[in-house]
């Protein structure tokens, strides 16, 4: 019995040794040589250029960050925040809904007499793969308020209507009142036609926003497909990170005509 045992350790053996010897050899039996590791100086441009082919996916498909150029939206968002404005779901289809800030390229000259920046070619590098908030002056960001076959309706100093109903506004700025008493478009009644929005920003008077483009293109109105995407989350500076959920005023049963 102890033979065999001996034989059959000793076969064992020689089936692994001859299995390494042959997967360390080339043809005729030579040795082969094995592949040097590549570079990683040489890796570093492909890994740098895939992750900016990601960047550039991510910015154009999914998700781009916004600089607020103003103080239009206070106190929901300060001049100079960052935030994150999700570019995925109207590839789907979905079109924005009341009391969703978004962000809109410019519908017929709103942004008249606004100084242009002339940002560097890093910072308009950046800005075009997303790393940046976007450069492009062209863009603003407001408050839906009313979507196609809306009525809004202000009169005096408020309360803000849509279809009748009055909006509770916790979000505009203190000491604001939801409507502005002068003949340039703070007291007005419209019907938002399909495939349009009607735009207002939380400070109510410091806001250039539909009420007072109502003699340009749209008559103060905002294509749908000029809406980039909306704003999710402030995200920078990091003491001001948070989401922006849909107020409860816009969730209130008998708004929809």
């Not at 103080?71 to 809904?97: A, C, Y």
């Amino acid at each position: 019995m102890t033979p065999g045992n001996d034989s059959g350790a000793a076969e064992d053996g020689r089936v692994t040794g001859e299995h390494t010897t042959a997967e360390s050899q080339g043809p005729g039996g030579t040795a082969k040589t094995p592949k040097k590791p590549r570079s990683f100086w040489k890796e570093l441009p492909i890994l740098i250029g895939i992750a900016l082919v990601l960047a550039l996916l991510i910015k154009t498909f999914l998700v781009q960050a916004f600089s607020i150029p103003s103080d239009s939206m206070q106190n929901t968002l300060q001049q100079g925040d960052r935030v994150l404005v999700d570019k995925l779901t109207p590839w789907f289809g979905s079109e924005p809904e009341r009391g969703e800030v978004v962000v809109f390229h410019d519908p017929g000259n709103w942004l008249r007499g606004e100084p242009t920046p002339d940002p560097n070619a890093m910072q308009t590098f950046l800005s075009w793969i997303g790393l940046m908030p976007s450069v492009e002056e062209k863009d603003l960001i407001k408050r839906v308020i009313g979507v196609g076959g809306d009525t809004v309706e202000c009169n005096k100093t408020g309360p803000l209507k849509v279809n009748g109903k009055a909006l509770n506004e916790p979000y505009v700025y203190p000491g604001n009142t939801p409507c502005s008493v002068d003949d340039q478009g703070g007291q007005f009644k419209v019907k938002v036609p399909k495939g349009y929005i009607w735009v207002m920003g939380d400070h109510r008077q410091n806001s250039r926003d539909s009420r007072y483009n109502q003699g340009e293109k749209y008559h103060g109105m905002v294509p749908v497909k000029d809406v980039v995407g909306r704003a999710i989350v402030k995200a920078w500076p990091i003491n001001r990170w948070g989401t922006l959920p849909v107020p409860d005023t816009f969730d209130q049963a008998g708004l929809n005509p």
